[in-house]
């Protein structure tokens, strides 16, 4: 199931979207929806374009310091932010672009904004070495977070599992929780969590979206922002699917 959930966004990718157009116009010869194939492509991988994509993601959010939140029944953190790699002795883990997940979430435990931390156990099918909920563990224990405070779910393969997972640890009607993942994500993780039977406070990290000002070099396509405008039409799709499974 979790390998059709990652499968199935692809169909209505940009680059799906651009190939199919792309061989259609080769077979019936059309220029027209060759030319209709070099327009998305080119305006997909415009900056300017996949900036403002980004941005309607993550709008609804802005970073909040961590005095300001509410105390809560848990702190949780959604995985997501740390890959395996191969190293001279084995299995390294190195952090991605997220890694702004568990440092929040060790900043509010600290904070004493709840007495609970809890990690996602997340590891997908294909993934090897722990789970990364373990590894984040093992981080938060090094940067002072008691071992006692520190909650660990079961192993899981997305955000609906997560959410279920969390519930069945809290174990009681109503838990609230201050979340903690990436602004583009918060969304749907609100969406998901509270049809768990969660009460979420958000707290939104990982902003992919910069305060600097346009310049010219947004109006020149590149690869980024191809893969930015890919990545707003899957985070969409997911949206989309969550709301109307719940």
């Known amino acids: 199931m979790i390998l059709l959930h990652k499968i199935l966004p692809l169909l209505a990718s940009p680059l799906f979207l651009i190939l199919v157009l792309a061989v259609w116009g080769a ?13 998305i492509l080119i305006v997909c991988s415009l900056p300017v374009v996949s900036n403002q994509l980004i941005y309607f993601l ?17 702190i949780v953190v959604l995985s997501g932010m740390v890959r395996t790699i191969e190293g001279e002795d084995g299995l390294v883990y190195e952090w991605g672009e997220a890694a702004d997940r568990i440092f929040a979430g060790i900043d509010l ?14 590891k997908l099918p294909w993934s ?14 090094g940067l002072g977070v008691p071992a006692d405070s520190i909650l660990v779910t079961e192993n899981v393969q997305n955000t609906d599992q997560e959410a279920k997972a969390v519930a069945k640890l809290l ?9 903690v993942t990436s602004a583009f994500h918060m969304p749907r993780a609100q969406t998901v969590f509270e049809a768990a039977g969660i009460v979420v406070s958000p707290f939104a990290v990982d902003f992919l979206t910069d305060a600097d000002k346009t310049k010219a070099m947004d109006f ?12 707003f039409v899957r ?4 949206r989309l699917y969550y709301s109307l499974k719940y």
């Open 128 to 141: 090897v070495g722990k789970p990364e909920g373990a590894y984040l563990r093992e981080i938060a224990e």
């Open 27 to 39: 077979l019936i010869r059309s220029k027209t929806i060759n030319l209709a194939a070099v327009g």
């Open 171 to 179: 174990n009681k009607d109503h838990p609230t929780v201050i979340l």
């Open 220 to 231: 020149i396509p590149s690869a980024e922002a191809f893969r930015e405008s890919s990545f």
């Open 235 to 238: 985070e969409i799709i997911g």
């Open 58 to 74: 993550e709008q609804d959010y802005a970073l909040a310091p961590t005095q300001s939140v509410k105390e809560a029944d848990a």
């Open 109 to 122: 435990i600290k904070e004493n904004k709840a007495s609970v931390l809890i990690l996602t156990g997340g």
